[in-house]
């Protein structure tokens, strides 16, 4: 989607049983990651017990040039995060991850996701004294495993304990002085790989960036799992494991690389089948099928098999500028909507298009896209979308706080959205046919608003983020 969601995050660590140019191969990880933030990057190593660190606001290739790797140094253990701010701003004590020097020793930690009783956890260890640096939910993660490794014997132990209080969606990587940890909420809302390199161990958010080193894929971390990776091998933590899976579906829509698995699932195989499901409910008499680049082509090409219209690339995507939606202000995202997406006037000019899309937000960008098509002399744009209507706030990860703007909550009737957007016709994917295409539990609580955990703490805003008047 080019415009309103924004990103996930995304994390990596790596384990070796020997010294390695371990920030290197964070830097090619977090580089195969970057789809899932562009707003700020940071990588740890630590080298026998010795923890350095560096992280900035940009692009992974922005932040860290040969002389920034050089300076982190080899290690045989290293993590690092992309990011874009969900809970939190882009403030730089919210950068990740976060090194934590405390009495049992020094800890370093990523986070993907959204935790749903931050202020709460926040409010508790201020009130006994803990001083908080940002305004990000990560660091309410850490001081729950630092207060429980002071009672603990073992920093896993610690973990395990934390995730009794911790609530919500978490998929993180920990590095201590001898160990990486990578552990996941019960409900697994947030994808966790695990994959082995000759001499060791990677978890990372998605199986691409495994692959991106060299690594083999094993399996997905389970749902509740801590995996526990040392000098000993690696060894797993099942206390938390039993939780019915709720995978956020938008990990299949939009989220993840094609070319990754989840819970050994194809992402492309998934999306070209949601292409296919359309073209059966959603049918339309037209010359040609486009994607909106990226994440519509695979629908897309499932459309057009399915439904045999011709595929076409209609739209010329320019690669050199970040995604839309991290720009601050929506004039800036007009704007870069503008620059990075053009019609193909000889595929679209005097053409019924099929055009599908991943996603409506707020139906602005949409809106921009079919009039770029129309300008470029389309006949009839019939748009087509690979997941439901958006109707709910999202309090795991993806950046949709509220409904108010959520074009569906403003007309319950495709029609009317369709008009409001300049279509001819619009489709959805229905929240039965996205449950029926994937293999494991999903979380549809932006689609219907039945949400897999509680959510009625959520929604606070920090305290330190508001103004003392107003």
Request: with cysteine; charged share 20%.
């Amino acid at each position: 989607m080019i415009g309103c969601l924004h990103e996930e995050c995304g994390v990596f660590g790596i384990y070796s049983d020997t010294p390695i140019d371990a920030a290197h191969e964070v830097y090619l990880g977090l580089y195969a990651l970057q789809h899932r933030g562009q707003e700020s990057v940071g990588i740890s190593v630590c080298d026998d017990g010795v923890m350095r660190h560096r992280k900035g606001s940009g692009l992974v290739h922005e932040v860290f040039g040969e002389p920034e790797l050089q300076a982190l140094g080899t290690g045989n253990i290293a993590i690092g995060h992309v990011r874009y701010s969900t809970t939190g701003g882009g403030d730089m004590n919210n950068i990740q991850p976060l090194v934590v020097r405390h009495i049992k020793g020094n800890m370093s930690l990523a986070h993907n996701g959204n935790l749903t009783n931050s202020a709460h956890l926040r409010r508790k260890y201020e009130m006994n004294g803990a001083i908080f640096h940002g305004t990000s939910d990560t660091e309410a993660i850490a001081y729950s495993i630092v207060a429980a490794r002071l009672k603990c014997g073992s920093t896993e132990e610690a973990v395990e304990a934390a995730m009794h209080e911790i609530k919500g969606a978490y998929s993180c990587v920990l590095m201590t002085a001898t160990k990486l940890i990578a552990f996941r909420d019960p409900n697994g809302f947030r994808p966790l790989i695990l994959g082995r390199t000759e001499n060791g161990y990677i978890a990372a958010s998605e199986s691409c960036a495994v692959e991106s080193v060299g690594g083999t894929v094993l399996r997905d971390v389970e749902p509740g799992e801590i995996v526990v990776i040392s000098s000993d091998g690696l060894t797993s933590i099942e206390t938390h494991c039993g939780t019915p899976q709720t995978m956020c579906v938008f990990e299949y829509i939009y989220f993840a690389r094609p070319d990754s698995r989840l819970e050994n699932e194809p992402v492309q195989n998934w999306r070209m089948n949601a292409g296919r499901m359309l073209a059966k409910r959603s049918p339309a008499e037209a010359d040609i099928v486009i994607g909106v680049p990226d994440s519509g082509i695979d629908a897309a090409l499932g459309y057009s098999e399915e439904s045999r219209i011709p595929y076409a690339t209609g739209f010329v995507k320019n690669r050199y500028i970040g995604r839309s939606f991290i720009q601050p202000k929506q004039s800036e995202r007009r704007d870069a909507v503008r620059i990075k997406l053009n019609a193909v006037s000889n595929v679209v000019s005097g053409k019924r298009v099929i055009m599908v899309d991943d996603s409506i937000v707020r139906g602005t960008t949409s809106a921009r896209i079919v009039g770029l098509l129309k300008s470029a002399g389309a006949k009839e744009v019939h748009v087509r979308i690979s997941s439901p209507p958006f109707k709910h706030p999202c309090y795991f990860g993806t950046d949709i706080d509220s409904s108010e703007n959520l074009i569906a909550c403003k007309f319950s009737d495709p029609a009317e959205i369709a008009k409001e957007i300049g279509a001819d016709s619009l489709a959805y994917l229905s929240v039965e046919d996205a449950h029926e295409l994937t293999c494991c539990g999903v979380c549809d609580g932006c689609f219907t608003g039945c949400y897999p955990v509680d959510v009625s703490g959520c929604g606070e805003k920090n305290k330190f983020e508001q103004k003392i008047h107003g």
